[in-house]
């Protein structure tokens, strides 16, 4: 097993901090354009967009543990950087519009994301000028059309989160993006991105958890209240897959693209952790070891980060040729989404539990195991 029971935990809050700090730090101190690289196949037109990419992705993943530990510098460094992304008089002010790409939607749903994951810390605690460059901000991006594809979700995310603090809704940016994924689903836990299943880690990127952000927060809407009871059970039987997929050693096939994004792609198992849903027969302990293992494997590899702190381009090290066309430095920070179990306490099983074997260490190991079934 990789930590003795209590080390883990703390382990995750070292890495967490360690992520964080060079982009909060510098974004609080209003110096993220002037300081962070932008690492890319062509760094100018990654440029406009990598750093509300490194912000929005970023404080989606830390924002449970924000939450429920209320870490009083990185809170603060939080509400800090919300003011300098979202201020019009920033040096850091980001960008919600450009075009012609539309890549702001994507990074704002995650923004999004994280008032919905930290609603005290995060949105309650923030004062009336910041909360209203924050909705202006987000609200600049329903002038993006979403493609028909994952990106469906990230239009419904901003809109769930005007649900949630009051503001009046597009309906239509929430119920085509929910109905198309329920078009789309494949069978056994996995939709596709758009009506064609890809080999990928979108599921885990992406689809899995917004669905689940969303119909949780329509869970009482009557157009969109049936879908949320689907929409967990798929997300349960996705997290036993993803379980199964960590190796004994701690690794997990590099399979389609944005492998840069790293253990990022194991977001739905630790939601599922957090949320208290993991599926049966996965116990909370093992999941803590078997991320634990991976995540050691995957951010510990040399050249993971640079001299300065930052994230690289890269799976397991620094590996520039894994980059998409689309990938900056600013991408890479959706690793942090795999750290969502930071949001339960140091009491809960999840941290407290003895260590236990994960799903591949007991079946390589000629342990009997029940059978796997489709739903």
């Known amino acids: ?17 360690r992520i964080a700090r060079p982009v909060l730090e510098n974004l609080a101190a209003r110096t993220l354009k002037a300081n962070m690289p932008v690492e890319a196949h062509n760094p100018k037109s990654r440029a406009p967009f990598t750093y509300l990419e490194a912000f929005g992705r970023l404080l989606s993943g830390i924002a449970p543990w924000l939450e429920q530990d209320k870490p009083e510098k990185w809170v603060k460094l939080a509400h800090a950087s919300i003011d300098a992304a979202t201020d019009p008089a920033s040096p850091d002010f980001m960008n919600f519009t450009n075009k012609p790409y539309n890549q702001p939607l994507v990074d704002a749903s995650y923004l999004a994301m994280a008032f919905l ?10 004062d009336s000028r910041v909360k209203g460059n924050v909705i202006t901000a987000l609200k600049a991006t329903r002038k993006i059309r979403p493609n028909q594809s994952n990106w469906l979700m990230f239009a419904a995310t901003v809109e769930a989160l005007m649900h949630m603090i009051g503001e009046e809704i597009v309906r239509p940016r929430v ?64 997290s036993a897959i993803l379980e199964r997929f960590i190796s004994p050693e701690g690794t997990y096939p590099p399979i389609g693209r944005s492998l840069t994004y790293r253990f990022g792609a194991f977001q739905p198992l630790a939601q599922m952790a957090l949320m208290k849903k993991l599926p049966k027969n996965v116990s909370p302990a093992q999941v803590r070891c078997a991320m634990t293992t991976m995540i050691r494997r995957q951010m510990e590899a040399p050249g993971t980060f640079d001299e300065q702190g930052w994230l690289r381009i890269g799976f397991c090290g620094h590996q520039k040729g894994l980059a998409d066309a689309y990938v900056s430095t600013g991408s ?28 591949s260490v007991k079946a390589w190991a000629g342990v009997d195991i029940p059978g796997d079934h489709a739903i």
Request: glycine residues 8%; hydrophobic residues 40%; aromatic residues 16%.
């Open 1 to 17: 097993m990789p930590d003795s029971v209590g080390d883990a935990r703390q382990y995750w809050i070292n890495l967490a901090e």
């Open 117 to 126: 994951r930290a609603p005290e810390v995060l949105w309650k605690s923030l």
């Open 175 to 238: 119920d085509n993006a929910l109905r198309k994924h329920m078009e789309w689903y494949k069978g056994d836990g996995v939709y596709g991105d758009g009506p064609n299943f890809h080999w990928d880690y979108y599921n885990g990127f992406v689809i899995q958890p917004m669905l689940v952000e969303v119909t949780s927060i329509f869970a009482k809407d009557a157009e969109w209240g049936t879908f949320a009871p689907d929409v967990l059970k798929c997300a349960q039987r996705y």
């Open 332 to 359: 890479l920070y959706l690793c942090a989404n795999g750290l969502l179990a930071l949001g339960l306490p140091a009491s809960d099983p999840f941290w407290s539990a003895p260590d236990a074997p994960w799903t």
